[in-house]
């Protein structure tokens, strides 16, 4: 799964993301849908603690095993759907959704659960595909319009909503090219 290509996404999304953590040495970050963590583990040293959410078991064991390898001590990982449960216990002053967006069928819903999280003030960055017609897939999004994204986000009770494009790349996205944006929007 982290093939060349891959990894070269990984980078230009921390590169991207690195400095929007700048003076969140006292925040706490929730890497929903984080897998391995192969984003937010490299962002570990700009936060408080990181909380890895995942709802595969085998993804969040390849996590931990980074977890343990690299001597990381702020960060855990929870399997976790909060589609199906959002335990009330979890607060975060940031969620960061890399690539996880377009697998999941309600977006507003998930929209709303990791609302529901953040602390006042809180911040969402979501890292996803700009909507392509190339794309056909039953599984997934073909990315999103920025306008649309927009909308549901403000409708979920967002604010200060940016989302820009910021990667060009081939054969990126269910082998079209394509492009990735990243959005900021506060609690």
Same mark, same amino acid.
């Given at each position: 799964?982290?093939?060349?290509?891959?990894?070269?996404?990984?980078?230009?999304?921390?590169?991207?993301?690195?400095?929007?953590?700048?003076?969140?040495?006292?925040?706490?970050?929730?890497?929903?849908?984080?897998?391995?963590? /192969?984003? =937010? &583990?490299? $962002?570990?040293?700009?936060?408080?603690?990181? #909380?890895?959410?995942?709802?595969?078991?085998?993804? !969040?064991?390849?996590?931990?095993?980074?977890?343990?390898?690299?001597?990381?001590?702020?960060?855990?990982?929870?399997?976790?759907?909060?589609?199906?449960?959002?335990?009330?216990?979890?607060?975060?002053?940031?969620? /960061?959704? =890399? &690539?996880? $967006?377009?697998?999941?069928?309600?977006?507003? #819903?998930?929209?709303?659960?990791?609302?529901?999280? !953040?602390?006042?003030?809180?911040?969402?960055?979501?890292?996803?595909?700009?909507?392509?017609?190339?794309?056909?897939?039953?599984?997934?999004?073909?990315?999103?319009?920025?306008?649309?994204?927009?909308?549901?986000?403000?409708?979920?009770?967002?604010?200060?909503?940016?989302?820009?494009?910021?990667?060009?790349?081939?054969?990126?996205?269910?082998?079209?090219?394509?492009?990735?944006?990243?959005?900021?929007?506060?609690?």
């Amino acid at each position: 799964m982290e093939t060349e290509k891959r990894m070269e996404l990984v980078k230009a999304i921390v590169e991207e993301v690195r400095p929007r953590l700048q003076d969140s040495e006292s925040k706490s970050l929730v890497d929903y849908g984080g897998g391995t963590g /192969l984003v =937010s &583990l490299e $962002l570990s040293d700009l936060v408080h603690s990181i #909380l890895l959410v995942d709802s595969s078991k085998q993804a !969040l064991q390849g996590a931990q095993d980074k977890i343990s390898e690299k001597g990381i001590t702020n960060s855990k990982v929870l399997y976790s759907d909060f589609t199906q449960y959002t335990p009330p216990e979890i607060k975060a002053d940031i969620v /960061l959704l =890399s &690539l996880v $967006l377009l697998h999941i069928p309600d977006t507003k #819903l998930i929209l709303q659960k990791l609302f529901s999280i !953040l602390n006042t003030n809180g911040r969402l960055i979501i890292i996803d595909f700009d909507k392509s017609d190339h794309v056909h897939h039953p599984k997934i999004h073909s990315g999103f319009s920025h306008n649309q994204l927009k909308n549901i986000l403000s409708e979920v009770g967002f604010k200060s909503i940016e989302i820009k494009t910021f990667y060009q790349g081939e054969q990126i996205f269910a082998n079209q090219d394509a492009s990735m944006f990243l959005s900021t929007s506060t609690k």
